[in-house]
């Protein structure tokens, strides 16, 4: 059975990076059967310092994209079969958008925040012996501050990037309109990577402007909590696929 590693439940979402939870989905739209490894030291031997990755009879696939395009090959599946071609080009680009845009508000929000970034350090680091709980969060806020202004975002003001964010937010809202789906009434790889990114501000227990910025769009919370609900809540769909879920021991991400 193919092994997901990946972080763990917080903030009340099954996984705390977009990535993994876009991952997460997809199997389990696919119907795949998969075991879900959950431990912030998977870190430690993640191919590619990050995660998700999977183990698949002996072979690592680091990054949620080649997992999918692994699955493809190997199981020969995809969500995205139903699509035009139009239709996968305008997926990988806007899915693109949500890893290079929304990811880095997404971590903005969380990291630099001073409202939220206590709840955000207890979730990651609580869990750590004195005095690594108060050492290990200080570094690793110095480093993704380093991060955010090499990337960029981080040279933004606050408005800037609630600004930017919105942009991409409102784009989603209206590209999903009354659809189930974003491209219809069958789900595609573009609705799992939604729901990866969009379920960190809409359905997380934090509240932060960005937060609340993405709550308003209540067409793109509705969607989550579809989505939530059918794949992650009925416990039918949990039994037929098999997913196993241990308890999570994550201590950071
Ligand atoms: N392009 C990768 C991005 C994965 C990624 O950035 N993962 C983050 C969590 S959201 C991570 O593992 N960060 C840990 C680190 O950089 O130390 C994918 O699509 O899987």
Partial sequence: MIKLYSFGEHFGVHDPSPFVLKTDLYLRMLNLPFESIADADNLRMAPKGKLPFIEDEGALIADSTFIIAYIKEKYGQSLDDHLSAEQRGISQLV????????????????????DTWPSVSDSFFGNMPFPLKQLVPFVARKG???????????????EEILTIAKNTLGSLDAMLGQKRYFFGDKPSILDAAAFGFLTQLTLCQLNNPL???????????????????????????????????????AVSS
């Avoid at 693109?96 to 001073?114: A, N, T």
């Avoid at 993704?144 to 606050?158: D, I, P």
């Fill in 211 to 249: 937060n609340e910025v993405a709550r308003s769009y209540t067409n793109l919370v509705a969607f989550c909590e579809r989505i939530h609900e059918e794949y992650y809540l009925d416990p039918s769909r949990q039994a037929e696929q098999g997913a196993v879920e241990p308890a999570a021991n």
């Fill in 95 to 114: 899915t693109k958008s949500l890893d290079e845009d929304v990811y880095w508000c997404l971590v903005y929000s969380r990291w630099m925040r001073e």
């Fill in 144 to 158: 993704v501050r380093s991060a955010l202004e090499k990337q960029g975002l981080g040279k933004h003001s606050h």
